[in-house]
């Protein structure tokens, strides 16, 4: 069966420190990969997409970015965190694009 | 521009009876429909998906609804439980699989 994981559960960090987020799948292949990001209080916001390695699509200009080093490994990256990143990210994989996407259980980022 | 839109923040509801949650979108390239659970601190599930050529599917207690010409989808649960308390996203895809989300409804379901 396919598991995903996302690490660190929780993050408290400066204004101004890097961020390193990473999500990892297992039991699948070529998954489309996925970050979200929930604020406080709203829905879920597409943030980037992957269909494979090191193709990675933007969907709204920010201060994060992703990387895909290996096929089921997806990594959210910022150099300088803001305020405004705060919230809760979620990465979701999908085999295939139509089929439902799962969620891992998420990180929960607050910056101070 | 919000594609996809939940109208009601919240609902609540007695246990046994039926729960409705609504969804509405905009968008009529969207052709692939999904409803999610999700509980505090934790990723959404999923619950239960309907394609843009039927107008129904049916898993359980779950029952998904859609109505194309009004661009409208309903989740309906009978009976609610209180387990079923949680936040409801609405999701709506195109064949590029990318999912847009509603705001969510928060469902409390009372013993």
């Known amino acids: 069966s396919q598991t995903i994981h996302q690490w660190p559960a929780t993050l408290v960090q400066p204004v101004g420190s890097p961020l390193s987020l990473e999500c990892t799948v297992e039991?699948?292949?070529?998954?489309?990969l996925y970050w979200y990001r929930q604020a406080a209080g709203r829905g879920l916001q597409l943030l980037f997409y992957?269909?494979?390695?090191?193709?990675i699509s933007s969907e709204v200009p920010q201060n994060l970015s992703a990387s895909r080093p290996q096929d089921r490994q997806f990594i959210l990256s910022s150099k300088k965190l803001l305020l405004s990143d705060s919230g809760f990210y979620l990465c979701?994989?999908?085999?295939?694009?139509?089929?439902?996407?799962?969620f891992g259980p998420g990180t929960r980022l607050t910056v101070l | 521009d919000q594609q996809v839109k939940q109208n009601s923040p919240s609902l609540s509801v007695q246990e046994g009876r039926i729960s409705i949650l609504n969804c509405d979108y905009t968008?009529?390239?969207?052709?692939?429909f999904l409803w999610y659970k999700k509980y505090p601190a934790e990723g959404p599930t999923f619950l239960i998906s309907?394609?843009?050529?039927?107008d129904k599917n049916e898993d359980g207690r779950f029952t998904v609804f859609l109505n194309k010409s009004a661009k409208h989808l309903s989740l309906h649960i009978v009976p609610s439980q209180p387990g079923d308390s949680a936040v409801y996203f609405c999701?709506?895809?195109?064949?590029?699989?990318?999912?847009?989300f509603g705001q969510g409804t928060i469902l409390t379901v009372h013993p």
């Open positions: 979701a994989w999908q085999q295939g694009a139509y089929n439902e996407q799962f």
């Open positions: 039991g699948t292949s070529n998954p489309n």
């Open positions: 992957s269909v494979g390695i090191g193709q």
């Open positions: 968008n009529s390239m969207f052709d692939y």
């Open positions: 309907i394609s843009s050529i039927k």
């Open positions: 999701a709506a895809s195109t064949s590029y699989g990318k999912l847009t």
